[in-house]
């Protein structure tokens, strides 16, 4: 088999294309999850830090000069990304979390015993004749 045809047979199987449409999906939730810890969430933690924007937050190390920008470390993007990565981590934790407590549910949830099987039932009439005869 060449090359061009084991890849041809990978490129479209079943769990590639799944794959994919994961990616795809995943990517428009980061950016759902991304807008809703930078817009709904951050705020109300900036007022409650005194209004601090963690994004402009930064140490300069060499003013501008001219048409050079200034050299700048930029911790506050860093912490705001720290910041987002650990409310996203949590709220990820929390739906698992739910999602578990839902299948214990279902697992723990009674269920008729099984039908016995023709064997089964063969020997219990087996059994119940040898004990009337005893």
């Known amino acids: ?11 479209v199987k079943g769990n590639v294309v799944d794959m ?5 999906i995943g990517a428009a939730f980061g950016k759902i999850v991304s807008s ?3 817009d ?8 409650l830090l005194g209004g601090v924007d ?23 993007k860093f912490l705001q990304t720290v910041i987002d990565f650990t409310i996203i981590a949590f709220a990820v934790f929390m739906l698992i979390k739910g999602i578990n407590s839902l299948k214990k549910k279902e697992e723990a949830a009674p269920s008729a015993p099984p039908a016995p099987t023709m064997d089964q039932q ?10 009337q005869k005893s």
């Open 1 to 11: 088999m060449s090359i061009l045809q084991e890849f041809k047979a990978f490129a």
């Open 40 to 47: 709904v969430v951050m705020p109300p933690i900036g007022i």
């Open 122 to 131: 063969l020997l219990t009439e087996i059994r119940d004749l040898l004990k």
């Open 20 to 24: 994919a449409v994961g990616i795809i």
């Open 54 to 76: 963690f994004s402009d937050l930064a140490i300069v190390l060499k003013e501008a000069a001219g048409t050079t920008p200034a050299v700048v470390i930029a911790y506050g």
């Open 36 to 38: 809703v810890v930078a």
